[in-house]
């Protein structure tokens, strides 16, 4: 059987920082949000990629370009090369709140943060700009998408596809009803509807009697190591997707105790979580093979999803547990 698909992803952002509520206050840009810069040393993207590279993975990163509004280009063109330089892969992640900056009074929030918000036509409109931003910024032209806050609709897709986009992967089961606007579909695995393909973010199904059956996505921040590994290997025994989508962000590994970032501190134990799972999948590049998305045809997506499976794996309960007590000690 042939190894299964493991996809690393990052979304690489900048924050508003609580400029919208206030206006003395500016958005928190590269230094934090993206390179995760205390003391003189970096915790966001270096050191992501600086613990890929140890295990021979490369990453993929959906970098936002709408920052622009108000940073400028070369913050973003910035970030883009020292992805390229390290060979990982750049695709498209788009925050349209930044449209705000463009106003005369950004706090009225005219503009809305989620895709879905805006009807068919704007949304192409938006996706040809930020397309071309990323482009300008010395990215190879970009084939996948994802939508911040999962933000997606039917309409995105469409105006994604008018676009040159061959990929999305913004729909997440556990965020369905809420800001991802995409219909239950019950995807767990790559699919193909109507020759566009959708890339979910793996979910699996907690149950630990507390609280009701819900799915979780395989975010760094949000589950276990034990429980990554167990949903890794559901997916190699024939139990799982055979294209498994990790999610973290540029920030994953900082802790911030305010809005602009004065007070942070390194999240030590998720920077071990993704060593341990790095770890993991290089040791076992028999049964897992970490894959980018640049350079994929349709015919390898349509490969790719031929024999799909879309079971969400379930949690045994203790494992669950055993993350609200690390969850826990994190916040005190």
């Not at 994604?160 to 809420?178: C, M, R, T």
């Not at 059956?213 to 975010?219: C, F, Q, S, V």
């Amino acid at each position: 059987m042939l190894p299964i698909n493991v996809f690393l992803t990052i979304d690489t952002e900048h924050s508003i920082g609580g400029a919208f509520a206030d206006p003395a206050l500016k958005p928190v840009g590269n230094d934090k949000r993206i390179y995760g810069r205390i003391g003189g040393r970096d915790y966001g993207i270096p050191l992501q990629m600086e613990i890929a590279e140890r295990f021979g993975l490369k990453l993929v990163f959906f970098v936002e370009v709408f920052n622009r509004h108000f940073f400028g280009a070369d913050e973003t063109r910035r970030v883009v090369e020292s992805i390229l330089r390290r060979g990982h892969d750049v695709q498209l992640h788009l925050h349209p709140n930044y449209l705000n900056f463009t106003l005369a009074r950004p706090q009225d929030l005219t503009c809305s943060d989620l895709c879905a918000d805006y009807p068919l036509a704007r949304q192409t409109e938006l996706l040809a700009e930020a397309r071309e931003m990323l482009i300008d910024c010395g990215a190879p032209s970009p084939t996948a998408f994802r939508a911040g806050c999962f933000g997606a609709d039917e309409a995105t897709l469409k105006a994604l596809a008018v676009n040159g986009f061959l990929l999305d992967s913004s729909y997440n089961q556990a965020f369905l009803g809420g800001p991802c606007r995409l219909p239950d579909w019950g995807l767990n695995d790559l699919a193909e509807r109507d020759g566009f393909f959708e890339l979910p973010v793996t979910n699996f199904i907690e149950q630990t009697g507390l609280r009701p059956r819900r799915p979780m996505p395989l975010d760094i921040n949000g589950v276990s190591f034990e429980e990554m590994r167990r949903v890794l290997a559901a997916a190699r025994d024939g139990a799982g997707p055979r294209n498994v989508t990790v999610i973290l962000h540029s920030f994953s590994f900082l802790k911030a105790y305010d809005v602009q970032y004065r007070r942070a501190r390194p999240r030590r134990e998720v920077i071990r979580r993704f060593e341990k799972l790095c770890r993991f999948l290089g040791e076992n590049a028999g049964d897992f093979s970490v894959r980018t998305l640049d350079g994929l045809t349709r015919n390898d997506l349509a490969e790719m999803a031929r024999d799909r499976c879309d079971t969400f794996p379930p949690m045994p309960p203790h494992l669950s547990l055993a993350r609200f007590g690390g969850q826990l000690l994190d916040r005190l």
